[in-house]
Each structure stands twice: as C-alpha cells, then as structure tokens.
C-alpha cells in the first residue's frame, strides 16, 4: 500500500498563533511530499513542493515566511502556518510521491483548520 | 499552458444507472500522466487510476472503466450501475513537467460533485 497521514485533522486556534501539520508516509519513503490547499467546493491549489533535504518550492503568490515547509526525512514533511489569521481557514492536504511509482500521488486524509 | 477541463460541476442520477465524467485536457508534452481521483465527503483524495500518455487501452477495474483518448485529449470515467457509496467529487489530473524545476505536480481539473440517489 501507499498510506499518507496527517495529523492533527481538524484544529481551531485563535488569531496570531501558529500551527502546525504533520505529514507522514507510513509504509513507503517519499522522495518528494506536496501541500495543497482547498476551498470549500474548490479544485486543489499546489502550494508547495518539498524534496527531503532541500528548500521547498512555493508556487507563485504564495508566502515563504507564511507557509513554512520542513522536509527532514524521507517520511515526514511538516507545514506551519505562522500568525494565522482567519482568512488561513481552509482545508490542508499533502500528498507524498514514492521513489518508484513515477508521478503517482498518495494523499493524506487533509486537516481542516479554522482560525477564530 | 497545461490545463484540465472537467465541464460537469454535478451530477446526480439514481442507483443502478451508468454514469460518465467527462475530462478534457491540454499539454504540450509528449510524455504525460493523467490520473482520477475520488473525494468523499470525509475529505481524503483516494487514487483510482494512472495512466501513461502512451497507453491508450482502456482500462477496466470492476464497475470502474476509463476511456482515454489522445485523438480528443479526453480521459473520461464511467461508473456502471452507481451505487451510493460512489457519491463523492471526482478530480481529474494532469501531471506536469516543469524544465528546470520541480517535475511531477499535478494540475487538477475543477472537479465533478456525483451524487447518486438511492
């Protein structure tokens, strides 16, 4: 199987703080993990690209010091969201690539996150 | 520009009907993937099916078949006899390859609501 957690699933905090989402592939190292965001009713917007060991990538118009993305090892990528605010309220998926599977996606259960 | 057009925004039918989700895309690309994914309502994106630019068998896995179409850049799902458990949205998805920089994001298409009625 190719499983992708992501923890926690839903979290609410207030204004300013920040927070912070785990992604992990369970059975399988993940050369390259994906964070997207989604609206409700909307497509999946890439946010970012993270290689274990490198910088992410952001897509254009999306803040590096907002979003910061840590890739550590091959089965953990963390996103923090720093002062949240409540327009950051959205619905957080990644998405882990393994080395021999080109191309194909595994996706986490996602984390909703609402800022107060 | 690679883009993905799924032009259903929803559609409903009854349990037992057959039902087709239409996907169109554009690339520039000669070697590409494209892929389905299931949304349910709890959020998680299950992968149902890859398929390789060059490969244009179709595909048949259960109630699940997949039309693919280089001639019409179209990559449609159908579902036989729906059942209500397949009520969820269904993402179709291009891979992109980006020279010079990260290779492999998908680019989504809008997404099709399906919802099937018992």
């Known amino acids: 199987g190719a499983v992708v957690s992501q923890h926690p699933s839903r979290v609410i905090c207030k204004s300013g703080t920040s927070v912070k989402i785990e992604c992990r592939s369970l059975?399988?190292?993940?050369?390259?993990m994906f964070w997207y965001r989604q609206f409700p009713k909307k497509s999946l917007m890439l946010m970012a690209t993270?290689?274990?060991?490198?910088?992410?990538?952001?897509e254009q118009g999306v803040e590096k010091d907002k979003f910061l993305i840590n890739h550590a090892s091959l089965t953990l990528s963390t996103l923090t969201v720093t002062s949240a605010h409540p327009e950051d309220s959205s619905f957080y998926i990644c998405?882990?690539?393994?080395?021999?599977?080109?191309?194909?996606?595994?996706f986490g259960p996602g984390t909703r996150l609402t800022v107060l | 520009a690679q883009k993905v057009t799924q032009a259903q925004t929803e559609i409903s039918v009854v349990e037992k009907e057959d039902v087709t989700l239409d996907c169109v895309y554009e690339?520039?690309?000669?070697?590409?993937?494209l892929f389905w994914y299931k949304q349910p309502p709890s959020g998680e994106l299950v992968f149902l099916i890859r398929?390789?630019?060059?490969?244009?068998q179709n595909e048949i896995s259960g109630r699940y078949s997949w039309n693919f179409q280089k001639s019409t850049s179209s990559f449609n799902f159908t579902i036989t006899a729906s059942q209500v458990v397949d009520s969820a949205v269904y993402f179709c998805?291009?891979?992109?390859?980006?020279?010079?920089?990260?290779?492999?994001?998908?680019?989504f298409g809008k997404g099709t609501k399906l919802s099937v009625k018992p």
């Open positions: 998405s882990a690539r393994r080395r021999e599977s080109a191309d194909t996606q595994y």
């Open positions: 059975d399988f190292q993940a050369t390259t």
């Open positions: 993270s290689n274990e060991g490198s910088k992410a990538t952001y």
């Open positions: 690339t520039r690309d000669t070697t590409y993937y």
């Open positions: 398929r390789n630019s060059f490969d244009e």
């Open positions: 998805a291009l891979s992109e390859r980006r020279y010079g920089g990260s290779q492999g994001n998908l680019i």
